[in-house]
């Protein structure tokens, strides 16, 4: 009796394993297919750049951009419809958070205008988060043939474990974009620290050899007006 009821335990722990290994790699696979997309890009002076991000009906698509270098730190920015709508438009911004809600269907196209710059160009860094697509985490569809198993042979329940790994992975992926945007941050102020060093350095210099020509001058101008050439006669 005792023999039998080790070997149902066993079988159970062994399909409890298989179906976590198997709910694992549908887990991964369906990770793997984040629409989310980061880009920095060098954006050349009197030139604009547009991109485009493909959206899904009733979805949301959020777009964080930065100017990270570049004389004045900021450009023009606009976001246009697949029906050729301008939905967002600036001017002359360094930085900018914008959620389209909900989405239509097509190929949004998302612009960065340096064409009132005529000498300097510019470097950008943009994000594009989308959500509600079908590749999205959360969804009883995107688990096909993996079904609970008896309560009473396992000591936990697929359906915790799946909520779990989900929370985890929705933190995760909102850690990874919110460490995406500070190192953009970070760059943006080191190219800006670098920037005004150079100033800095260039001006103290300057001021240097300005004092030490000036100087160079008194010294010269006091001394020749106490230089007597005239001769004495003795």
């Excluded at 950008?124 to 079904?147: M, N, T």
């Excluded at 100087?215 to 007597?228: H, I, N, P, S, W």
């Amino acid at each position: 009796m005792d023999v039998n009821l080790m070997r149902v335990r066993s079988r159970a722990r062994l399909l409890g394993l298989a179906v976590v290994f198997l709910w694992c790699a549908v887990s991964v696979r369906c990770f793997g297919q984040s629409q989310d997309s980061e880009f920095t890009f060098l954006l050349p002076a009197g030139r604009s750049e547009c991109f485009f991000q493909t959206a899904v009906k009733n979805g949301t698509m959020e777009v964080e951009y930065q100017v990270i270098a570049g004389a004045g730190m900021d450009v023009d920015f606009t976001v246009i419809s697949p029906k050729g709508v301008q939905l967002i438009i600036e001017s002359r911004r360094s930085d900018g958070v914008h959620v389209v809600e909900p989405t239509e269907e097509g190929d949004y196209e998302i612009c960065f205008d340096n064409s009132f710059s005529r000498f300097s160009e510019k470097m950008v860094f943009f994000e594009i988060i989308i959500e509600g697509q079908g590749g999205d985490v959360g969804g009883d569809d995107e688990w096909p043939g993996i079904e609970e198993p008896d309560g009473s042979m396992l000591e936990y329940k697929l359906e915790d474990i799946r909520e779990s790994m989900d929370s985890l992975h929705r933190r995760l992926e909102r850690s990874r974009q919110m460490q995406t945007v500070l190192r953009a941050f970070e760059a943006r102020d080191r190219n800006l620290l670098e920037d005004n060093l150079w100033r800095v350095s260039f001006w103290s210099c300057a001021s240097v050899l300005v004092m030490l020509c000036v100087a160079f001058t008194q010294v010269y101008t006091v001394r020749k007006l106490f230089d007597d050439k005239r001769r004495v006669c003795t």
